[in-house]
């Protein structure tokens, strides 16, 4: 009983910026690693960033140095600033979390819906 909601999508032309967000709900003890990931058209679903509850991040070789994943534990949210986006960024961008519920040890793995981001050459 968790939701992952993104939002900030959009479009933008090539060398803006967008900023999305995720905010997972529900019946939460806590959260290890959230994450970012992204589908393109006829591409398979890659890793964009994580992040781990204690601020260790990674990022895919193509967007270090352009884009930053961010966190705030209190509210359960991720963040992704994008920079000099590219039109190869264009994709659906999925957030997802690894969620320990409560009353329950195991941890599991949840995704957002999505959210359409599209770069104008």
């Known amino acids: 009983q968790v939701q992952l909601v993104e939002s900030g999508g959009g479009l933008v032309q090539a060398g803006g910026s967008l900023r999305l967000s995720c905010a997972a709900s529900g019946s939460i003890f806590s959260i290890n690693v959230m994450g970012w990931y992204r589908q393109a058209p006829g591409k398979q679903r890659e890793l964009v960033a994580s992040c781990s509850s204690g601020g260790s991040t990674n990022y895919a070789d193509s967007v270090k140095g352009r884009f930053t994943i961010s966190r705030d534990n209190a509210k359960n949210t991720t963040y992704l600033q994008m920079n000099s986006l590219k039109p190869e960024d264009t994709a659906v961008y999925y957030c997802?979390?690894?969620?320990?519920?409560?009353?329950?040890?195991?941890?599991?793995?949840?995704w957002g819906q999505g959210t359409q981001v599209t770069i104008s050459s």
């Open positions: 997802n979390a690894d969620v320990q519920l409560r009353n329950w040890g195991n941890f599991y793995r949840y």
